[in-house]
């Protein structure tokens, strides 16, 4: 986490990750008229947690191979053991703009305890294990097995919360898409103190995604979840005063993964994509999650308030995976959506990128739904390989002009796409950074949709050393405006700009 400002401290942090490997118990001291529960974890260590260690252990003494490389817990990936207390006098190469007051956050999965086995990066210290074969089955049960004997409570879900931030009616939220929101609150000097579970008074009870969508024009906020249950998909509105709608169901055939949708002013843009869930593949030794090449990719356009899914809209279009949306919006008869595809998801394991460094095959396209005659068409507006794809957030469900994407490689920067590359950010050979957040010059001010900053990590494999980058927006000069160096950060999943407004905000919650 990194406060940017003139005189501001940072520091790195590990936001709302929990030991999840010990009895969890919430009180039920409820706070915000019953929206968020205190979380106050009381492991436990009795008989039952003994034994399903000495089985844990036997069962990786059994079945794992020891040679097998762990790649997500090294290098950049490395377990961070200490926590690096705020620091206020970081040098700064360049200068912080005026107008850029907030806090910086980035949240990932950097475990706090190294894991026993079966370990995959997106888990963070979930113990979700990589969930291959019979392996993954066994590691898997143990998950289960514990919440079974209460070894682990898992009321509250069980999640890690690791993926993604956002904001909305003054709270600051850390999600992961097995789990319901964290409610965070920013301390003076910058830390960060989780506040509690956000369930909406109880009316949340299914997963939420890490990518909800705020209309910045409405004030409200779009979700979904996903679920290994029927209807596998579930869509809710909440107001901007914080209230949660009903729940509408979305089915789909089987569960999915469907780690993010897309908005537009009139419609909500779900995905159902050939990746799915399919626990029965770990008996027959192959993996949970099955990308099926001989189904299409199909999109579900629901007008944004409808209260069941009769009005849905499905759309085929040729085979692919989407991790992340940029945005969408209404064009006549015709909804667009401008986002990230993977012709395939065989590039997605870090074994395969180690491999292959310049192998992550995803491609800016836009994609278009007509809502006349039912005809979906896409193409193509950039090459591999790019990811992450961010826009100003005032536009959200809105026509924008920019995106601004992830060089997904082994020199990594960021690539302003408006109909064609506008202005490419490289980096150093040995540099990689994560995604980009868009500061306004002023936040609040209305200015052009290109009038600000670039923030984003760095990562320097040369040195072990993080860094933040700020470049100007508009030029996509190769010069930053600044660079503020920082101790190491561990890789993470994804950046928040918390500004000062929203810092004020959050102190009256
Ligand atoms: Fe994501």
Redesign the pocket.
Known sequence: MVRCGSSSPARSSQPANRNQQSATAISTDRSREGRILSVDPKPKKGNASQFFDVLEKLIVKLMRDSQQPREYLSGLFEPLREETPPQPNLCIKGYLPEGLNGELLMIGPNPKFTPVAGYHWYDGDGYIGDLEGLFGLFTGSMHFLRSIFKVLDVSYGWGTSN??LTYHHGELLALGENDKPYVLRILEDGDLQTVGVLDYGKRLEHPFT??PKIDSFTGKMFTFGSQLTPPYCTYRVISRDGFMHDPVPITLSEPTMM??FAITENFAIFMDLPLKFRPKNLVIREELLAFDATKKARFGVLPRYSTDEHNMRWFELPNCFI??TANAWEDGDEVVLITCRLESTDSMSIAYLIANPFGYKSELYEMRFNMKNGLASQKKLSVSSVEFPRVNDIYIGRKQRFVYTTIIGKRGGIIKFGGNIKGIFKLEPGKYCGDTVFVSSEPGVTCEEDDGYLIFFVYDENTGKSMVNVIDAKTMSCDPVAVVELPHVPFG??SFFVTEEQLRAQTKV
């Open positions: 993926t993604n890490a990518h780690h993010d991790f992340h999943f994804h």
